[in-house]
């Protein structure tokens, strides 16, 4: 009995260094999720008080289903109208 202990400790051991941790799903990671740069909307529109709504308009002009104002590719950047096909965090 302590032999197949044994055995199914160390098939789990070299299950978890071979293979690592799971990660289970994995965020971002699928191309609906990209935000991709708006091509319409105004510069300055993220500016105004209504700016999200003026972004997702926007981004439905593109065809795309979601647009947010977002600081990308830093957080120090300049709020800019983002698009992307589905909502993702």
């Not at 977002?70 to 993702?88: E, I, T």
Request: aromatic residues 6%.
């Amino acid at each position: 009995m302590a032999g197949i202990a044994n055995g199914v400790g160390l098939l789990i051991s070299f299950m978890l260094i071979c293979g690592g941790m799971p990660k289970g799903h994995a965020l971002g990671t699928s191309p609906y999720c990209e935000k991709v740069l708006s091509r319409f909307a105004p510069p300055g529109n993220c500016l105004k008080k209504n700016g999200n709504a003026l972004c997702k308009e926007s981004c439905a002009n593109e065809q795309f289903r979601e647009g947010v104002c977002l600081h990308l590719p830093k957080p120090q950047s300049k709020l800019n109208c983002y698009c992307s096909v589905l909502k993702c965090p």
